[in-house]
C-alpha cells in the first residue's frame, strides 16, 4: 500500500458511518452474547488463543453483531483473513481466493480464515466449492448468514461447521453501545459537546429493536442533523430522538424463520385461548406486511381444527370475516380480521375434527371396504341388483332416527368421532349416545370397538396429504 492510498484509506475510515466507526476491534470491546463469546467461552477462547481451526457459521438478525464477530477474529489472528461477499461474488472470485490460499500455505506456511458474508446467497454449486478446500484445511470458513443455516446451507457444509446462534441484542447493550459512542474520543462523538436526555436514549435504545446498527445510525442523524445551542452544546430531548427513529424495524422475512414462527405464535395464543397474546401476534404480523388474506386463511383453518363442532359458529364468524375483509380490505379491513381472531381466541375448543385422520388412516390399512347393499344407489341398478333393498327412511321413524347399519360389516361398532365436552358438543354427545346405543342393540352390537389413537406425527402426516396442516 503506497502512501496515497494509505491517506485514503485513513480518510475513508474517518468519514464512514458512526456504525462502522463504533464496531468493536477486540473481544474485550464485543458486546452482548455472553453465551458464546462470554469470558472463558469455547469461542472466545480459540479467538484469544488464535486457534480457531474449525469453520464456523455465524447466525442471527441484522444488527446482532455477525460482521463485527468476523473483524474481531481478523483483528486477533496471524492468520491471513480475507472477505468475500456472497451477494456481489461468484465462483470466480472463489476461485481467486482459493488459489491465493493455497499459494500462501505453500510458501509462507500461512494458514487464511475466509469470511463469506451473506452465505446463504451462494446456490447449492457455489456452497459445494467450498467442500473440499473447507476439509483440507486450504482455509477455515466464517460464514455469516441472517436465514437459518439448516435450510439455507448444505448439509455437507453444515457438518464440517459449527454453528453459534446471535439473538438480538438486549436493551442493556444497546445502551452501552450509544454511551461508548458518545464518550469516544477517536472514533465517536467524545470530542464534541452532545447532551442527550435519558428519555432520548430509552427512546433510541427501545425502538432500535435490539439491532445495534439501527440505533448508532438514529444516534448519528440525531446529533448531525441538530445545530448546538448558544452554548455549543447539540442537545438530543425526545422529539429529536422520535423524529431520528420512527419506527422499530421488526424482523419479518415472509419467507424466513421470522414468518413461521411469528404465524405459529398467533396459531399458538388462539388454540390456547389467549385473546391478548393473539391481538399482539397479529398486530405484528400485520405491522410488518404480512397478507391480511394469509392470516385469514390460518384462521380458517383453525376455526375448523382447534374449535369445530365445540362453537360451530367460530367457521361462520371467520368466513364472514374473510367475506367482508374482501369488501373492505385495509386499512379498516383490520376490524372484521380483529373480530374473528378475538371470536376464535375466547370459543370453546375441541379438535374432534381431527378424528378424521382415523378414518382415513383406516381407509389405508384396510382398504376400501364395499358399500352395503341397502346403501347403494337405487336409481340405476336397485330393480336389477337389489340395491338399496332393507334401506330404513329415518324420518318414518320415532325421532327420526333408524338404529342400521351404516358402516361396512368388518368396521360396524367402529367410532371414529368422540365428542368432546366442550361447548355444543356437550349436546351432541347426549344424542350420540342415545342413537349410538339404540344402532348397538338393534344390529346386535354388544360391545364398541375404539380405534386405535394417532400419535402426533401420524396426525401431521395425514394432514399434509390433506393439504390442510403443517
Same mark, same amino acid.
Given at each position: 500500500? %503506497?502512501?496515497?492510498?494509505?491517506?485514503?484509506?485513513?480518510?475513508?475510515?474517518?468519514?464512514?458511518? +458512526?456504525?462502522?466507526?463504533?464496531?468493536?476491534?477486540?473481544?474485550?470491546?464485543?458486546? $452482548?452474547?455472553?453465551?458464546?463469546?462470554?469470558?472463558?467461552?469455547?469461542?472466545?477462547?480459540?479467538?484469544?488463543?488464535?486457534?480457531?481451526?474449525?469453520?464456523?457459521?455465524?447466525? @442471527?438478525?441484522?444488527?446482532?453483531?455477525?460482521?463485527?464477530?468476523?473483524?474481531?477474529?481478523?483483528?486477533?489472528?496471524?492468520?491471513?483473513?480475507?472477505?468475500?461477499?456472497?451477494?456481489?461474488?461468484?465462483?470466480?472470485?472463489?476461485?481467486?481466493?482459493?488459489?491465493?490460499?493455497?499459494?500462501?500455505? =505453500?510458501?509462507? $506456511?500461512? /494458514?487464511?480464515?475466509?469470511?463469506?458474508?451473506?452465505?446463504?446467497?451462494?446456490?447449492?454449486?457455489?456452497? %459445494?466449492? +467450498?467442500?473440499?478446500?473447507?476439509?483440507?484445511?486450504?482455509?477455515?470458513?466464517?460464514?455469516?448468514?441472517?436465514?437459518?443455516?439448516?435450510?439455507?446451507?448444505?448439509?455437507?457444509?453444515?457438518?464440517?461447521?459449527?454453528?453459534?446462534?446471535?439473538?438480538?441484542?438486549?436493551?442493556?447493550?444497546?445502551?452501552?453501545? +450509544?454511551?461508548?459512542?458518545?464518550?469516544?474520543?477517536?472514533?465517536?462523538? $467524545?470530542? /464534541?459537546?452532545?447532551?442527550?436526555?435519558? *428519555?432520548? *436514549?430509552?427512546?433510541?435504545?427501545?425502538?432500535?429493536?435490539?439491532?445495534?446498527?439501527?440505533?448508532?445510525?438514529? *444516534?448519528?442523524? =440525531?446529533?448531525?442533523?441538530?445545530?448546538?445551542?448558544?452554548? $455549543?452544546?447539540?442537545?438530543?430531548?425526545?422529539?429529536?430522538?422520535?423524529?431520528?427513529?420512527?419506527?422499530?424495524?421488526?424482523?419479518?422475512?415472509?419467507?424466513?424463520?421470522?414468518?413461521?414462527?411469528?404465524?405459529? =405464535?398467533?396459531?399458538?395464543?388462539?388454540?390456547?385461548?389467549?385473546?391478548? &397474546?393473539?391481538?399482539?401476534?397479529?398486530?405484528?404480523?400485520?405491522?410488518?406486511?404480512?397478507?391480511?388474506?394469509?392470516?385469514?386463511?390460518?384462521?380458517?383453518?383453525?376455526?375448523?381444527? %382447534?374449535?369445530?363442532?365445540? %362453537?360451530?359458529?367460530?367457521?361462520?364468524?371467520?368466513?364472514?370475516? =374473510?367475506? !367482508?375483509?374482501?369488501?373492505?380490505?385495509?386499512?379498516?379491513?383490520?376490524?372484521?380480521?380483529?373480530?374473528?381472531?378475538?371470536?376464535?381466541?375466547?370459543?370453546?375448543?375441541?379438535?374432534?375434527?381431527?378424528?378424521?385422520?382415523?378414518?382415513?388412516?383406516?381407509?389405508?390399512?384396510?382398504?376400501?371396504?364395499?358399500?352395503?347393499?341397502? +346403501?347403494?344407489?337405487?336409481?340405476?341398478?336397485?330393480?336389477? *341388483? @337389489?340395491?338399496? !333393498?332393507?334401506?330404513?327412511?329415518?324420518?318414518?321413524?320415532?325421532?327420526?332416527? &333408524?338404529?342400521?347399519?351404516?358402516?361396512?360389516?368388518?368396521?360396524?361398532?367402529?367410532?371414529?368421532?368422540?365428542?368432546?365436552?366442550?361447548?355444543?358438543?356437550?349436546?351432541?354427545?347426549?344424542?350420540?349416545?342415545?342413537?349410538?346405543?339404540?344402532?348397538?342393540?338393534?344390529?346386535?352390537?354388544?360391545?364398541?370397538?375404539?380405534?386405535?389413537?394417532?400419535?402426533?406425527?401420524?396426525?401431521? !402426516?395425514?394432514? /399434509?396429504?390433506?393439504?390442510?396442516?403443517?
Amino acid at each position: 500500500m %503506497d502512501l496515497f492510498e494509505h491517506g485514503l484509506q485513513q480518510r475513508l475510515r474517518s468519514e464512514a458511518p +458512526l456504525a462502522a466507526r463504533m464496531r468493536p476491534r477486540t473481544v474485550a470491546e464485543f458486546v $452482548g452474547h455472553a453465551e458464546i463469546i462470554g469470558e472463558g467461552r469455547l469461542l472466545r477462547r480459540a479467538i484469544e488463543a488464535d486457534r480457531l481451526f474449525s469453520s464456523i457459521l455465524l447466525w @442471527g438478525p441484522p444488527g446482532s453483531g455477525k460482521t463485527t464477530l468476523a473483524n474481531v477474529i481478523a483483528n486477533s489472528t496471524r492468520a491471513h483473513f480475507a472477505t468475500l461477499s456472497a451477494v456481489l461474488s461468484g465462483l470466480p472470485a472463489l476461485r481467486e481466493e482459493i488459489a491465493a490460499a493455497q499459494e500462501r500455505r =505453500a510458501l509462507h $506456511g500461512t /494458514r487464511t480464515l475466509l469470511f463469506v458474508d451473506e452465505v446463504h446467497r451462494w446456490n447449492k454449486a457455489q456452497q %459445494d466449492a +467450498l467442500l473440499p478446500h473447507v476439509e483440507n484445511g486450504t482455509f477455515v470458513l466464517i460464514g455469516a448468514t441472517t436465514e437459518n443455516p439448516y435450510f439455507e446451507v448444505i448439509g455437507a457444509l453444515l457438518s464440517r461447521s459449527r454453528i453459534f446462534q446471535l439473538h438480538a441484542l438486549q436493551d442493556a447493550d444497546i445502551a452501552l453501545l +450509544l454511551e461508548r459512542a458518545l464518550q469516544d474520543a477517536l472514533r465517536g462523538y $467524545g470530542t /464534541r459537546q452532545v447532551s442527550v436526555d435519558p *428519555l432520548a *436514549l430509552a427512546h433510541l435504545v427501545k425502538v432500535a429493536g435490539g439491532d445495534a446498527r439501527n440505533a448508532l445510525n438514529a *444516534l448519528e442523524l =440525531a446529533v448531525e442533523s441538530t445545530p448546538p445551542d448558544t452554548d $455549543g452544546v447539540v442537545r438530543i430531548n425526545l422529539a429529536v430522538a422520535q423524529e431520528s427513529i420512527q419506527q422499530r424495524a421488526v424482523l419479518y422475512d415472509k419467507d424466513g424463520d421470522a414468518h413461521y414462527d411469528t404465524v405459529s =405464535a398467533l396459531i399458538k395464543s388462539v388454540r390456547g385461548s389467549d385473546p391478548d &397474546a393473539a391481538l399482539f401476534w397479529l398486530a405484528k404480523m400485520l405491522y410488518a406486511g404480512e397478507s391480511p388474506r394469509f392470516i385469514m386463511r390460518r384462521l380458517l383453518i383453525l376455526a375448523g381444527e %382447534d374449535i369445530g363442532l365445540a %362453537d360451530p359458529m367460530a367457521l361462520v364468524v371467520a368466513s364472514a370475516a =374473510a367475506h !367482508a375483509f374482501e369488501f373492505v380490505g385495509m386499512p379498516e379491513g383490520v376490524y372484521p380480521l380483529v373480530e374473528a381472531t378475538l371470536y376464535l381466541a375466547t370459543a370453546p375448543k375441541s379438535n374432534s375434527a381431527t378424528h378424521y385422520f382415523k378414518a382415513q388412516q383406516t381407509v389405508m390399512t384396510q382398504g376400501a371396504q364395499e358399500v352395503p347393499l341397502h +346403501l347403494r344407489d337405487t336409481n340405476r341398478d336397485g330393480a336389477k *341388483l @337389489g340395491h338399496g !333393498a332393507g334401506y330404513i327412511y329415518p324420518h318414518e321413524r320415532a325421532g327420526h332416527h &333408524a338404529g342400521q347399519q351404516y358402516l361396512p360389516a368388518a368396521l360396524l361398532g367402529t367410532y371414529f368421532y368422540r365428542p368432546s365436552t366442550e361447548g355444543y358438543e356437550v349436546a351432541v354427545a347426549e344424542r350420540l349416545t342415545r342413537w349410538r346405543s339404540a344402532q348397538r342393540a338393534a344390529l346386535g352390537i354388544s360391545a364398541t370397538t375404539e380405534p386405535a389413537d394417532l400419535d402426533e406425527q401420524q396426525i401431521l !402426516a395425514l394432514k /399434509r396429504q390433506l393439504g390442510a396442516g403443517g
